[in-house]
């Protein structure tokens, strides 16, 4: 009735098969994994980098009393490792015309800017990498709530067009629901 060689051969598909489908499970597992990794890699280094953290608090904050950043420490005056947060001097220190004697005349302008413009290249970088679909936006909420923060600053706003961070924000903006104004 059968024939031994479509049997064999018919379970030789069946098994192939199972193999297959298999194999493309564990591939799908895989790279859900590995999204995850990275995506998780992100998250951490925004909360684990001094510079990026420091630069978080400042869009958070109104005022107070800040630790400045290990990296950023030279720049102070006598070893002092904090530093009392201003708006106003925060938003001062983004002013694309700032000069070097008002940036030395007071540090908390440099380590602003420099802290900032940290961020923002994070937020690049994070766009890049959920363009190239290594993860996606979702897995990296917080980007999107501090450039939610950022975009209500308006001279963080004019900082991101003078230093060319608009674009990769603009896509990164849209992928959260945030309208990142023009300056």
């Known amino acids: 009735m059968f024939e031994p060689a479509v049997v064999v051969s018919s379970i030789g598909v069946l098994v192939a098969s199972l193999g297959g489908g298999l194999a493309l ?3 799908r597992k895989a790279a859900l994994w590995k999204r995850a990794e ?8 925004l909360y684990a980098n001094e510079e990026l953290l420091f630069a978080c608090r400042c869009l958070d904050w109104n005022a107070g009393r800040l630790v400045v950043p290990q ?3 030279p720049l102070l005056a006598d070893g002092m490792q904090t530093i009392e947060h201003e708006q106003t001097v925060f938003r001062s220190s983004l002013s694309v015309d700032l000069l070097a ?8 302008l440099q380590i602003y800017r420099t802290a900032l413009d940290t961020l923002l290249t994070w937020m690049a970088a994070t766009d890049g990498a959920i363009e190239r679909k290594l993860y996606k936006a979702e897995d990296v909420e917080d980007a999107g709530y501090y450039l939610g923060k950022a975009a209500r600053v308006k001279e ?3 900082f991101i067009d003078a230093f060319g961070y608009r674009r990769s924000l603009n896509r990164l903006a849209a992928k959260y629901g945030v309208q990142l104004p023009t300056s």
Not at 38 to 45: C, H, I, P, S, T
Not at 101 to 108: G, Y
């Open 71 to 73: 990296s950023l420490r």
């Open 38 to 45: 990275l995506a998780n890699f992100q998250v951490r280094e």
């Open 156 to 158: 963080v706003v004019r």
């Open 25 to 27: 499970y564990n591939a």
């Open 101 to 108: 004697d008002e940036a030395t005349a007071d540090a908390r």
